[in-house]
């Protein structure tokens, strides 16, 4: 003879939040501050060529 059993309660998963699909790409790369001193680094650079330039080629203002 079968004896009777409560019926067990399932185990309810818990549903977890949908992951954000932004995070995992910006985790990946260097995000943060861009580089700001080859910039000037360039114009330094280019202030100097000039300054070279003139110095080699005066230049004639005559009317």
Do not use: C, I, Y
């Not at 399932?10 to 995070?23: E, I, M, T, Y």
């Amino acid at each position: 003879m079968s004896q009777f059993t409560a019926p067990r309660p399932q185990l309810s998963l818990s549903l977890r939040k949908p992951r954000n699909p932004l995070v995992a790409p910006s985790l990946l790369r260097q995000a943060g501050r861009h580089d700001a001193a080859s910039k000037s680094q360039r114009q330094q650079a280019k202030t100097a060529l000039l300054k070279e330039v003139r110095q080699l080629v005066p230049l004639d203002r005559s009317p």
